[in-house]
C-alpha cells in the first residue's frame, strides 16, 4: 500500500473520537466494480438515465423494463464483493465507543465486510416487495414466466424494496440516522456526491454541529469546502491507510 500523508489533526480526530457516524454513496462501492449513478451507463443500459428507470412511473409504464435493469444491477452485485474501504470501515468500528454507517447504497457491501450498525436509507436490492401492497417475497415464483414475477398473496407485480425517485424514506432508518448524526463527535461523508435530498441534509447536518467532519471523494461535491477535511482520492485507499496512520500496527 502507498503511505498518504495525513495533517495530525485529521489523524487525532479519527483516533480520538468515540461516536462516530458515516454517511456512505455509490463511491464507496465503485471500486468493487459496481458503476456509481452519475457515471456513464454500460453499453447495454446507456440509453436511460437512472431517473428514468428508478421511479414508480418508469415501473407503471414498463415494468419489465424495470425489473430487468435491477436484474442486471443485481448480478453485478452479486458477482461483486466488497473492498478495501468497506473493510476499513468495519475495522475502524473495533477502535470506536458507537459507529453507524448510514447508506444510500442498495448492495449490502458494508454488512458483507463485517459492519454491524448499518442504516440503508435507499432499501436493499437483495429484498423484494410487491408495487400495489407491499407484501413482502420470501422467494420468487419461478414456476410463472411472468417478468416481474408476481406477489403470490395479491397478484401485483413484484418490485425491489428500493427507494425510488418520489417515494419517501425509510421513517425509522432516516430518525435512527438523523439522531446518530446528532450525537456524534466525528462524522465522515464518503463516495457520495451529496447532491440527493434528504440523504444529503444529513450531510449538512453534521457539518452545522461543527464536529469534525471528513469528506473522502476523488471530486470536488458541493459540500467539499464545507469539510473539517476533504480528502481527494478513492476510498478504497483513503481508508485503509487512514486506519493505519491512525492505529499503526
Ligand atoms: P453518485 O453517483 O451521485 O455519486 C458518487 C460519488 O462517488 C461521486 O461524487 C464520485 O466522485 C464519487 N466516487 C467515485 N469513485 C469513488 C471512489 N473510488 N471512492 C470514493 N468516491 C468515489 O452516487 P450517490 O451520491 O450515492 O438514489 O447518489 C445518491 C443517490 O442517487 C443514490 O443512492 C441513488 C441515486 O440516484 C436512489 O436510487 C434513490
Given at each position: ?72 444491477r443485481r448480478s ?131 457539518i452545522r454541529r ?28 483513503m481508508l485503509p ?9
Amino acid at each position: 500500500m502507498m503511505a498518504i500523508s495525513f495533517p495530525e489533526s485529521l489523524v487525532s480526530a479519527v483516533r480520538g473520537a468515540k461516536k462516530v457516524a458515516v454517511m456512505t454513496g455509490a463511491g464507496i462501492s465503485a471500486e468493487s466494480g459496481i458503476p456509481t449513478f452519475r457515471e456513464a451507463q454500460t453499453v447495454l443500459w446507456s440509453r436511460f438515465r437512472p431517473e428514468e428507470l428508478a421511479t414508480p412511473e418508469a415501473f407503471r409504464r414498463d415494468p419489465k423494463r424495470v425489473w430487468e435493469w435491477y436484474q442486471w444491477r443485481r448480478s453485478l452485485i452479486a458477482n461483486a464483493r466488497p473492498n478495501p474501504g468497506h473493510l476499513a470501515l468495519a475495522t475502524m468500528a473495533n477502535h470506536w465507543q458507537k459507529l453507524t454507517v448510514i447508506t444510500q447504497n442498495i448492495d449490502g457491501f458494508h454488512q458483507l465486510a463485517g459492519s454491524r450498525n448499518v442504516l440503508e436509507l435507499h432499501g436493499n436490492i437483495h429484498r423484494t416487495k410487491c408495487f400495489e401492497n407491499h407484501h413482502f417475497a420470501e422467494k420468487l415464483d419461478l414456476t410463472s414466466d411472468a417478468i416481474p414475477p408476481r406477489c403470490q398473496q395479491c397478484q401485483s407485480p413484484l418490485r425491489p424494496d428500493v427507494v425510488w425517485f418520489g417515494e419517501m424514506l425509510p421513517q425509522k432508518e432516516l430518525s435512527a440516522a438523523a439522531e446518530a448524526v446528532g450525537a456524534c463527535d466525528l462524522f465522515f461523508s464518503i463516495g457520495t456526491s451529496s447532491v440527493v435530498y434528504p440523504a444529503a441534509d444529513l450531510v449538512f447536518a453534521a457539518i452545522r454541529r461543527g464536529v469534525a467532519t471528513i469528506e473522502i471523494n476523488p471530486a470536488e461535491t458541493p459540500a467539499s469546502s464545507s469539510f473539517s477535511f476533504s480528502l481527494r482520492g478513492a476510498a478504497g485507499e483513503m481508508l485503509p491507510s487512514l486506519l493505519q496512520a491512525a492505529w499503526p500496527q
